[in-house]
């Protein structure tokens, strides 16, 4: 759920425990689009390099059609490789998600970019700003239609390992191919709320603790099955905070 015009979006787990990811705004989102524009016309550029050669009615028409789904299909192509994002929206930290945090489905990331041809009437995504201006969630009408919402994801600062680890033995590092799977299919943001949830570990009820632990290390089992003998004495707790020095830890040689 959303706070009234925040420009957060708040995601209250079953344990009642608050998370914030901040909402991207439409001067952001205008930015990101801008560097996207520049990719997708310089792919266009070589593409009427090409067709230049050809009789000019027929290259006039390809170039419409090329230009159509190139520009539609980067969009698509781009964030479900990339998981919600773009050119634009990693230079400018920024992701797609589904408004409710849950994983972002492939037919909603081509509906948010279908109805770009909407939300960028009559010019310069006009259409789309003002509804950003004027929804809940910042929400173009693709994302609208897609139940998706734009987050700004800032790099967090560098916690410092070492302390937040106090230097305990950790059994997952010895599986080195393993920890290199975990880190290569963990999502930033799980990444992020896992990271969170160990440096506040100390506020929660010790029931909601143990209940979200629980949770976040289900999520990371999921991802990569390690050796029995490696998880066997692991608590929930130990397995995240393991799973954390592999995440924002130096990857060991």
């Not at 593409?47 to 230049?52: D, E, G, M």
């Not at 781009?78 to 634009?88: A, K, M, N, P």
């Not at 409710?100 to 789309?128: M, W």
């Not at 029995?228 to 004495?233: H, S, W």
């Amino acid at each position: 759920m959303r706070s009234a015009k925040t420009n957060a979006l708040l995601l209250r787990t079953p344990e009642g425990i608050v998370f914030s990811l901040p909402l991207a705004g439409p001067v952001t989102r205008f930015l990101a689009w801008g560097v996207d524009m520049a990719c997708i016309a310089g792919a266009t550029d070589l593409v009427k390099q090409v067709l230049s050669v050809f009789h000019t009615g027929i290259a006039t028409a390809a170039y419409v059609l090329v230009y159509f789904g190139i520009s539609i299909g980067y969009g698509i192509a781009s964030e479900w490789l990339w998981r919600g994002q773009t050119v634009g929206k990693r230079t400018l930290q920024l992701r797609v998600m589904d408004e409710q945090a849950l994983k972002l489905e492939f037919s909603q990331i081509v509906v948010r970019n279908l109805l770009r041809v909407v939300d960028a009437l009559p010019a310069f995504y006009l259409v789309g700003g003002v509804a950003c201006l004027f929804t809940r969630r910042s929400q173009r009408l693709g994302d609208l239609a897609a139940n998706t919402i734009v987050v700004r994801t800032p790099k967090p600062a560098q916690p410092d390992i070492a302390q937040l680890i106090g230097g305990k033995f950790n059994s997952l590092l010895e599986h080195r191919r393993l920890a290199a799977r975990l880190r290569q299919r963990a999502s930033p943001q799980a990444a992020a709320v896992a990271l969170e949830a160990l440096l506040r570990r100390d506020e929660f009820q010790p029931d909601a603790r143990v209940e979200l632990f629980a949770e976040l290390a289900g999520y990371f089992r999921s991802l990569v099955e390690f050796p029995e003998e490696a998880v066997e004495q692991l608590s929930d707790e130990q397995y995240i905070r393991n799973a954390i020095e592999i995440l924002y830890g130096a990857p060991k040689e």
